[in-house]
């Protein structure tokens, strides 16, 4: 089975820190991919890779940056936390490279709280 | 806006009796999925159907698609309290690039 996990389940960070969430898959995939969850807007893509070294953005990259320096590994980084940052993050990732479309297996969650 | 609308946005029903959400799209797709969230969890594919396909059945999972009316519907037949769960529709563009997600409906099984 597919494995996506995250580095931490529940976070608590203060204002102007620098966060930084770990994703992980041991499928060998080529997308990865992070959401924001929050109540009433559904999940929303922050950025996605196709490929090692590779980014894209999402629809709400503001504020937050990714890497991948490893094809099992998509790091998101919340460069100065603001209160706003405080969400529900989930990292995805799938099978075939490219832009096709597929289904996404998903970690458990980070639960990101900023005061 | 989402690619992918669902409705209702909250679903109450006994044990036993059928589930319907039906989610609405905007643009052109390649296909449109089905995840199941549990409280607090991550999301569950639960399945795919492709933009030539009309129906298709996964157990108790029946899922329809009518690319005229930009639409899908999911049907969970004698539903169980374990069905408790938020339920997302996700949509592909045209291109096949990545998947937006709707806001899901939230279904509760009564026992």
């Known amino acids: 089975d597919v494995k996506v996990t995250q580095s931490s389940r529940y976070l608590v960070k203060r204002t102007g820190e620098k966060v930084f969430l770990e994703c992980v898959q041991d499928?060998?995939?080529?997308?990865m991919f992070w959401y924001r969850q929050d109540p009433g807007l559904g999940l929303r893509l922050i950025y996605f890779?196709?490929?090692?070294?590779?980014?894209e953005k999402g629809d709400i990259p503001e504020g937050y940056s990714v890497s991948r320096e490893k094809k099992e590994r998509f790091s998101l980084i919340l460069e100065s936390a603001s209160t706003n940052q405080t969400s529900m993050y989930l990292c995805?990732?799938?099978?075939?490279?490219?832009?096709?479309?597929?289904?996404?297996?998903f970690g458990p969650g980070t639960r990101l709280t900023v005061l | 806006s989402q690619q992918g609308e669902e409705d209702p946005q909250a679903l109450s029903i006994q044990e036993g009796e059928n589930a319907t959400m039906n989610c609405s799209y905007k643009?052109?797709?390649?296909?449109l999925q089905w995840y199941r969230q549990n409280s607090g969890r991550g999301l569950v594919h639960l399945i795919l159907?492709?933009?030539?396909?009309r129906e298709k059945h996964s157990g108790r999972l029946r899922v329809t698609l009518d690319t005229s009316k930009k639409s899908s519907s999911l049907l969970i037949t004698a539903s169980r309290a374990a069905d408790t769960a938020s339920y997302f529709c996700?949509?592909?563009?045209?291109?096949?690039?990545?998947?937006?997600f709707g806001e899901g409906t939230q279904l509760t099984v009564n026992p």
């Open positions: 643009t052109s797709i390649n296909n």
């Open positions: 159907i492709r933009s030539n396909e």
């Open positions: 996700a949509t592909d563009g045209a291109s096949g690039s990545r998947l937006t």
């Open positions: 499928m060998d995939h080529e997308n």
């Open positions: 995805a990732s799938s099978f075939y490279p490219g832009p096709h479309s597929n289904e996404q297996f």
């Open positions: 890779s196709y490929d090692v070294k590779m980014k």
